[in-house]
């Protein structure tokens, strides 16, 4: 049966919180295949019987996630100063939660003018452009979710929420596609559910958000989200087993939006049947295990992908005792529980 609606927020959210931390150790590389049977051996004996061992650290990804849910949960809505207020506390607490090159610059900034101005310090990176990077696609699933019966708040919610750090129509719009995608997810039944389906529902709502925002693009002709969509598709369609290459040269790997959140959901789709090498038969252990097989940006994609196939799947895929390794998770199941509250 259709998993119901609370199993779809926790396997979301637990979902983000296990991809951020299994994904972590391996941010930045490029895994040999010896690094990836090390990864499968690790990712089997953490699911395996419980044993104690240090948690699992979580990064930026998901602390900056917990301040959007407690968000939602106070305010059933995004309240720029408070969230500003969570971000920045949160990162003087914990610096070392390997954030973003540029963006503790913003936190300086909102500390110095006392939160009188949001928006500004993010409209000031990179000589004005604004920043392109993942980090407002990362944390914002939890926005997918609480939109599950208020669709058409969606955008306007998520833009609210990168704007304090990502002023860059591409780290904007990379966040609107992630909640869209988790939004599309939580209303499907994985029993019926088809990506070329998922895909005609995504592609025009991207299509119409960057007929808006002109997007200017890393260069001039630069790529968008819509063109890596259709991309996504024409990866999952193709006739012959995918080589790792052809997915990182078509879709990158790396700490932007635009070469993160569509190689998120094309990990996702693809997890949702078998991958050549990955030898388990529960699609979220499959959404994990490629996505960092992959390198790059483990953390976040793992994160990004995984929320997603927790949204459409619930979390009874997600292994108990795997989840058990994962800092705070009791903390995130709980946050999970109120969001539903929240939202409903
Ligand atoms: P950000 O705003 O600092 O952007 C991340 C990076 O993207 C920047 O440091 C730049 O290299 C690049 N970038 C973004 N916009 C531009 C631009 N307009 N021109 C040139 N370069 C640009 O931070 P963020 O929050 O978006 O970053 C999210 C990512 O950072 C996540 O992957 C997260 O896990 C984290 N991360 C941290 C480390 C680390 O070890 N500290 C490494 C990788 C990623
Ligand atoms: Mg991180
Ligand atoms: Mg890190
Ligand atoms: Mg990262």
Avoid: W
């Amino acid at each position: 049966q259709q998993p119901n609606l609370l199993s779809k927020f926790r396997g979301s959210v637990l979902g983000g919180l296990v991809g951020d931390c299994c994904g972590e150790p391996y941010e930045g590389q490029v895994l040999t295949d010896g690094d990836k049977a090390i990864l499968r051996r690790s990712l089997n004996q953490l699911e395996g019987p419980y044993f104690k061992a240090p948690a699992k650290k979580y990064t930026d990804d998901s602390a900056m996630t917990r301040s959007v849910i407690r968000c939602l949960i106070e305010h059933k809505d995004i309240n720029t100063k408070e969230l500003a207020t969570s971000f920045v506390k949160e990162h003087a607490a914990e610096p070392n939660r390997g954030y973003g090159g540029a963006v503790v610059e913003v936190f300086r900034k909102l500390l110095k003018n006392k939160f009188t101005d949001i928006v500004g310090p993010a409209q000031e990176q990179f000589l004005g452009r604004g920043s392109y990077g993942n980090g407002a696609a990362m944390r914002v699933s939890p926005i997918g979710l609480f939109c599950y019966n208020k669709p058409e708040k969606l955008v306007e919610l998520v833009k609210k929420s990168a704007e304090i750090t990502h002023s860059h129509s591409l780290g904007i719009n990379g966040a609107v596609l992630q909640a869209a995608a988790v939004n599309i997810c939580v209303q499907k039944d994985p029993k019926t559910f088809f990506h070329d389906e998922f895909l005609s529902e995504l592609i025009p709502k991207m299509q119409e958000l960057e007929k808006e925002s002109e997007v200017p693009g890393i260069k001039a002709s630069g790529p968008n989200f819509t063109q890596q969509l259709k991309e996504v598709k024409t990866l999952l369609d193709s006739p012959n087993p995918l080589s790792e290459d052809e997915v990182l040269n078509a879709l990158g790997h790396d700490v932007t939006a635009i070469y993160s959140v569509p190689t998120a959901i094309f990990i996702f789709l693809r997890a949702q049947g078998p991958i050549e090498g990955i030898q388990s038969e529960n699609p979220f252990r499959r959404t994990l295990e490629y996505a960092i097989s992959l390198g790059g940006d483990t953390d976040t994609i793992a994160s990004m992908a995984c929320s997603l196939t927790g949204a459409l799947h619930g979390d009874s895929l997600i292994p108990e005792n795997l989840l058990k390794h994962c800092e705070a998770h009791g903390e995130f199941i709980e946050l999970a529980n109120k969001l539903y509250e929240s939202s409903i």
